[in-house]
């Protein structure tokens, strides 16, 4: 079981990226997915999910409008498009799974499996 999470990289503030969690191993729509950042020196907090099917989303109050999530079953992944990015956006951002794939989870503690991240920096 893998995923992998791609697509960060440095921009500018007000600018857009998107990223990508392709998983392999298992049945993607099976699982709910979350996608979660780490800040220097702060706690991992989640940021988005989605269950299994796509009908439910959940954004944290502080990517609320900004950002969208967004999943491809038959290509096997996750996105996670991230517009009106912000300096305080900049962290590691990791892809998660959960096997729960009905229910939204937000503590990083439920997921079952995870990527190895990937860094967005935001420039001011």
């Known amino acids: 079981v893998q995923l992998q999470a791609s697509g960060g990289g440095l921009t500018q503030a007000g600018g857009s990226l998107t990223l990508s969690c392709t998983v392999s191993?298992?049945?993607?729509?099976?699982?709910?997915i979350g996608w979660f950042r780490q800040a220097p020196g702060k706690e991992r907090e989640v940021v988005s999910c989605?269950?299994?099917?796509?009908?439910?989303?959940y954004y944290s109050d502080s990517v609320k409008g900004r950002f969208t999530i967004a999943r491809d079953n038959a290509k096997n992944t996750v996105y996670l498009q991230m517009n009106s990015l912000k300096p305080e956006d900049t962290a590691v951002y990791y892809c998660?799974?959960?096997?729960?794939?009905?229910?939204?989870?937000?503590?990083?503690?439920?997921?079952?499996?995870w990527g190895q991240g990937t860094l967005v920096t935001v420039s001011s």
């Open positions: 989605v269950t299994g099917s796509g009908a439910s989303t």
């Open positions: 191993g298992f049945t993607l729509n099976r699982y709910a």
């Open positions: 998660a799974a959960d096997s729960r794939r009905y229910t939204i989870q937000t503590d990083a503690l439920e997921y079952d499996y």
